[in-house]
């Protein structure tokens, strides 16, 4: 069996060795070891060739996950038309990944004939790696807001060193330009944040001349908020709450209630529904995004893609969701922080919450990045335009 990538890249350069395949050989996508996997010599993990690189200097393997920076350059080769160009941190460069490397015969097998010799570098697991999530009937997911709330201690501090100031790449270039605009101006605004995580929300609204409070499930979220307002005050409180029992707060407290990515991650929906409800000015309005309930939170869902471990975009075929209308407790890990849980509900469910809680629906939106973020966070950006990742609602009291 020979592997399909060099009979692809034999199909345009007739003088490309054919090598027989000795990885997922009883797969879709047979390959051999110079198609298969590299180890990162940062984070010790195996990444498809084509989202890896080497840099001669250092001596060492760098992924796309432990890069400082990234970026597509667009050139054909061979069958693609683009490449990933990788930072690396000590040398300060940008080398490609290792596809365009073999292209300009400076793979480091290529230079290093003892590397080749040795397979230095490649993944020795001749499997894909599986799903780190799995999911169990909401009926049945006995969890309790105490387990909830450990679950974001534990990742608190590993999550916010994904932030900037204006948060993660999704809510800066997806999420919050959509919230922003939804919102409109809100200097004067009593606003809180509920589900406020390490405050980074909070901080952008009270720059923009909001009174804000922030509360959240995690302690260590909101220790990390309130260290952030000592450094820099503006004037925020921070709570650290369930959003299904605010009685720190007086009914017709707030001008305005937002919940960013949080309402997921809440076991009894209606119940933190009715309290933010609570705590709205008669003219108030509650602004919610959740991860979209059609696409990105079913039981079965993800891309389809061929091979499995492909960085590339144009290899991710289409987007499978199955079991809709399962409603399920899923226990989810991004990468190697610990895990935690979110719910599954159909849309249906939140509208008819929100309907029979007394609201009124001003605002839906299925955010997507500009075309300029996409081009230039093309990685974690670039199939945002295919699918739709997020919800955002707005609603008022009826």
Known sequence: MICKYCQLIRSFDAKYPLRKATREVKGDYPRCDWHWRY??????????FNGITWCEKTRRFICLSCAKSHRIVRRTFWNWKDYYAIECDPC???HPALDYLEFLRQHPW????????????????LKLPGPTYFCVPLKEGVITEEQISHAWNNLAVKWSCRYTEYGDKNRRYIIDPALFK???????????DAGCGNGYLCRLLAKKGAKVVGV???RKFIEIAEQKEEETPLGIRYYTQTLCNLSMFGNKTFDLVISNL????????????????????KKGKLVFSVMHPCFSSPPVHGWVRIPQDSSRKEDWIYWKVDRYFDRSMETWQYGDMPPTYSFHRPLSDYIKILLQNGFRITDFEEPIPSKKDINEHFRELGDCDRISWFLMIGVKKA
């Open 39 to 48: 180890v990162c010599s940062i984070c010790g993990k195996p990444i498809h």
């Open 92 to 94: 300060g460069e940008h």
């Open 110 to 125: 290529q230079l290093h004939p003892d590397m080749l010799k040795k397979q230095e570098g490649l993944d020795s697991d």
């Open 182 to 192: 939804i919102v409109g101006a809100v200097n004067g605004l009593s606003i809180l």
């Open 216 to 218: 959240d499930i995690s």
């Open 262 to 281: 949080a309402l997921m991650d809440v076991h009894d929906l209606e119940k933190a529904v009715v309290e933010l409800r609570r705590v709205l000015k």
